[in-house]
């Protein structure tokens, strides 16, 4: 990685190198309870100074991952990665809501608009037609997992938002005004460092990373229904996307 503090990509070393861990510590190779090698060997292992290495361990601390103990150096928390899985018929209620956790949204706000990005004009074959947009956040057990952005073409789902309740749920709203079925055409899935309002939203702290899904949901009859940008926090959900979706 070199002795630099930016990667050739302008990512920070000390970023990339905490987002190595936590891929190890998350996906079980540093298992819960370990104790994280020391400073001078992480140094070593990455190629960079230890005080670069220290901001890398303070990130995982952040994110409740690692717990340093006084003269005895930092050990793997114990933590809970729920799986979402994502198939033909994605529910992230269903999906994750039935394992031991209740599930729950929040709107965080609702437009009409009448010219919205040009992927989802695109996306949606709007033409010149109005989208409606919904931003929430989904939680469970009043953990926040994921900061999504739903879109659809408003004249396909009148007083939608009505329905959207409690549970926050965007199936039980269709289901609400007579749409029963979907099904998911396409899915994308990239890692990057969250924005401010999507740390400030998901109560991730500052440089955590986040994993970006955008898909595309048709009616069973091909027709494009739902466009959705989904930012799950990647320390607290695992992806398990079935093969008959794409990745890009």
Do not use: C
């Not at 090698?37 to 670069?52: G, I, W």
């Not at 999507?198 to 702290?205: F, K, M, N, Q, V």
């Amino acid at each position: 990685m070199g002795n630099q503090n930016r990667s050739p990509s302008g990512h920070s070393a000390w970023r990339l190198i905490a987002d190595e861990l936590r891929g190890e510590i998350v996906g079980g190779s540093i298992p819960a309870g370990s104790k994280l090698p020391s400073e001078a060997a992480l140094a070593e292992r990455f190629d960079v100074h230890r005080h670069t290495v220290r901001h890398a361990v303070a990130a995982l601390a952040a994110d409740e991952l690692v717990v340093p103990r006084r003269g005895s150096g930092t050990f793997v928390a114990e933590h809970t990665v729920l799986v979402h899985r994502i198939g033909v018929r994605t529910r992230f209620t269903e999906s994750l809501g039935p394992r031991g956790g209740s599930a729950s949204g929040h709107l965080l706000e609702s437009a009409q608009e009448s010219a919205p990005p040009a992927e989802v004009v695109d996306r949606l074959r709007l033409g010149d037609r109005p989208a409606l947009r919904l931003d929430y956040v989904r939680r469970v057990d009043g953990l926040p997992l994921a900061r999504a952005t739903a879109w659809f073409d408003a004249e396909r789902v009148p007083r939608l938002v009505d329905h959207f309740g409690p549970e926050g749920s965007i199936t039980a709203a269709l289901r609400a005004i007579g749409i029963d079925d979907y099904v998911r055409t396409s899915t994308t899935v990239a890692g990057r460092a969250a924005t401010a309002a999507e740390a400030r939203d998901l109560d991730l702290p500052t440089g955590s990373i986040v994993l970006v899904v955008r898909a595309l949901n048709t009616l069973p009859s091909g027709s494009p229904l739902l466009y959705n940008v989904t930012r799950f926090a990647a320390a607290r959900v695992e992806l398990d996307v079935e093969h008959t979706a794409s990745l890009g």
